[in-house]
């Protein structure tokens, strides 16, 4: 069984930053490839970055790309979301996600899932 812990979110104004963690209990970390999603209130959760088992493949979403990072850390069980330059639009739940398998844009392609944790940008 797998179960993931995020950490990290809150109020943040306009242009600032957040890093988001994520804590996967298991052995078996290193061989899932992990997700970022959000969802806004009234809006399906949407994709928003993944990274490889090795952590040397990511792909985010065009509404991210250039000011969030996805990165690993296989040593510790933990994934993080730096998130710069901060928008009101980032508003959301953050959930990461993880599946046994390559990386994947789809959340029904993965199979665990955090409870989430708030990020409000106030403008």
């Known amino acids: 069984q797998v179960q993931l812990v995020e950490s990290g979110g809150g109020l943040v104004q306009a242009g600032g930053s957040l890093r988001l963690s994520c804590a996967v209990s298991g052995r078996t970390f290193s061989r899932y490839a992990m997700g970022w999603f959000r969802q806004a209130p009234g809006k399906e959760r949407e994709f928003v970055a993944a990274?490889?088992?090795?952590?040397?493949?990511?792909h985010y979403a065009d509404s991210v790309k250039g000011r969030f990072t996805v990165s690993r850390y296989n040593a510790k069980n933990t994934v993080s979301l730096q998130m710069d330059s901060l928008t009101p639009e980032d508003t959301a739940v953050y959930y990461c996600a993880a599946r046994d398998g390559v990386v994947a844009t789809e959340r029904s392609e993965y199979a665990y899932w955090g409870q989430g944790t708030q990020v409000t940008v106030s403008s």
């Open positions: 990274v490889n088992w090795s952590g040397d493949w990511r």
